[in-house]
């Protein structure tokens, strides 16, 4: 459990000081953050309507943070190349978010062609219907793509780096409000970019 709670707090900040300099980027995933926390909640009484929330507004807010506002050149504070932090990300990648997204945008497509296939797994008629069935193939996604990687990254590095970062990706949504709850706040005040101070040790 400590060899745990430690690699996560590296791949923690290891995200945060990588892929988060943008107050934008940040200012973003907090709005994610609170969407995902709402879509956790609703888990349990609606599924559907869940996945519809996480991934039209909370993973959308999340990865237009990343493609369009978070800058792509060399980053000095860390003295790493974009290409070199696209090679050593653990989990999605610009690159695996783009096939990830690519399959999320083309699902809705199956419903479109035949409408009988997840007709009886979702309640409702119509277009409202046709919604909810797109809204369960998310949800089948989004718990595929989570496990997908968890997998990948067990049997390519080892079980603890996997089931660590499966249990970050889990965890994002709280730890994204305690550490960007104050980036609009920077963002008003003229501040692009985090200048990245390494947390405090104990």
């Keep these: 459990m400590k060899n745990l709670m430690h690699t996560l707090a590296v791949q923690r900040w290891d995200d945060h000081r990588y892929y988060h300099h943008s107050r934008i980027n940040q200012s973003l995933h907090l709005v994610s953050a609170l969407s995902f926390l709402c879509a956790y909640v609703l888990l349990f009484t609606d599924p559907v309507l869940a996945s519809l929330i996480g991934w039209l507004v909370a993973m959308t807010s999340r990865q237009i943070g990343h493609f369009f506002f978070e800058p792509k050149g ?10 070199y932090k696209e090679e050593i990300k653990v989990g999605y990648n610009l690159r695996r978010k783009v096939v990830l997204l690519a399959i999320w945008a083309g699902a809705p497509l199956v419903p479109l062609l ?9 309640d409702g008629e119509g277009p409202m219907g046709l919604v909810r069935q797109v809204g369960l193939l998310w ?33 994002d949504p709280f730890h994204d409000i305690k ?3 104050r980036a609009p706040l920077h963002l008003l005040r003229g501040q692009r970019l985090d200048p990245m101070q390494p947390p405090e040790r104990h």
């Design 179 to 181: 550490l960007y709850h």
């Design 74 to 83: 060399y980053d000095a504070v860390n003295q790493a190349t974009h290409a």
């Design 114 to 122: 035949d409408p009988s296939v997840l007709q009886p797994y979702v």
């Design 139 to 171: 949800l089948f996604i989004g718990i595929g793509g989570l496990v997908f990687r968890t997998v990948q990254l067990c049997v390519i590095r080892d079980a603890t780096t996997g089931l660590t970062w499966m249990l970050k990706i889990l965890t």
